[in-house]
Antibody, heavy 123, light 110 residues
Framework: EVQLLESGGGLVQPGGSLRLSCAAS????????MSWVRQAPGKGLEWVSS????????YYADSVKGRFTISRDNSETTLYLQMNSLRADDTAFYYC????????????????WGQGTLVTVYS | QSVLTQPPSVSAAPGQKVTISCSGS????????VSWYQQLPGTAPKLLIY???MRISGISDRFSASKSGTSAILAITGLQAGDEADYYC???????????FGGGTKLTVL
């Protein structure tokens, strides 16, 4: 059974940092790209970032480029999102999701999602 | 503003059919597969359709999808109360080098 378990969310002040983790199990982690998708309370889905299976290709939404860094540890089957210079509009549930393909630029679909971790940026 | 355009809401009676549109451009839908997601209240999104028209295993055949040019459509037949949810389309955008989602459509079963 595929499981994605996010952690690391919490309260942080503007300008602060957080590191999200997503522990993956139940599939061959090294074969699939992974993504982060966020959803502000009461709002729609926003794609944040993706990383290819080998970690060699990474992509970011313009809204987080230069502030967030996606990475993965294939030996630990864990996905990360380092978030720096956080702003109030980064407040959202952050979901980790598995891609159906190995490339970070896939459009095939995200077939498994975690339950999300809440990040709240407050002043 | 979302790169992909969906109607904010649709509604229909139980047993009826509803369609949800997703409009994009040549740099996204026109060049890539489209996926569709269902998000029930308080839960994580769930993939329904991948590669524009392929149902995920276990998803009812009441759900179908198609793509033509720069637009895609999700169709749900035989509507049930349990279909009430938010539905999102998604794809890749070549110009942005980023994934993109539609703004979401809230389905109400009357």
């Amino acid at each position: 059974e595929v499981q994605l378990l996010e952690s690391g969310g919490g309260l942080v002040q503007p300008g602060g940092s957080l590191r999200l983790s997503c522990a993956a199990s139940g599939f061959t982690f090294t074969r699939y790209a992974m993504s982060w998708v966020r959803q502000a309370p009461g709002k729609g889905l926003e794609w944040v970032s993706s990383i290819g299976a080998s970690g060699g290709d990474t992509y970011y939404a313009d809204s987080v480029k230069g502030r967030f860094t996606i990475s993965r540890d294939n030996s630990e089957t864990t996905l990360y999102l380092q978030m720096n210079s956080l702003r109030a509009d980064d407040t959202a549930f952050y979901y980790c999701a598995k891609d159906r393909w190995s490339t970070g630029s896939s459009s095939s679909g995200l077939d498994y999602w975690g339950q999300g971790t809440l990040v709240t940026v407050y002043s | 503003q979302s790169v992909l355009t969906q109607p904010p809401s649709v509604s229909a009676a139980p047993g009826q059919k509803v369609t949800i549109s997703c409009s994009g451009s040549s740099s996204n839908i026109g060049s890539y597969f489209v996926s569709w997601y269902q998000q029930l209240p308080g839960t994580a999104p769930k993939l329904l359709i991948y590669d524009s028209n392929m149902r995920i295993s276990g998803i009812s055949d009441r759900f179908s999808a198609s793509k033509s040019g720069t637009s895609a459509i999700l169709a749900i037949t035989g509507l049930q109360a349990g279909d009430e949810a938010d539905y999102y389309c998604g794809t890749w955008d070549r110009s942005l080098s980023a994934g993109v989602f539609g703004g979401g459509t809230k389905l109400t079963v009357l």
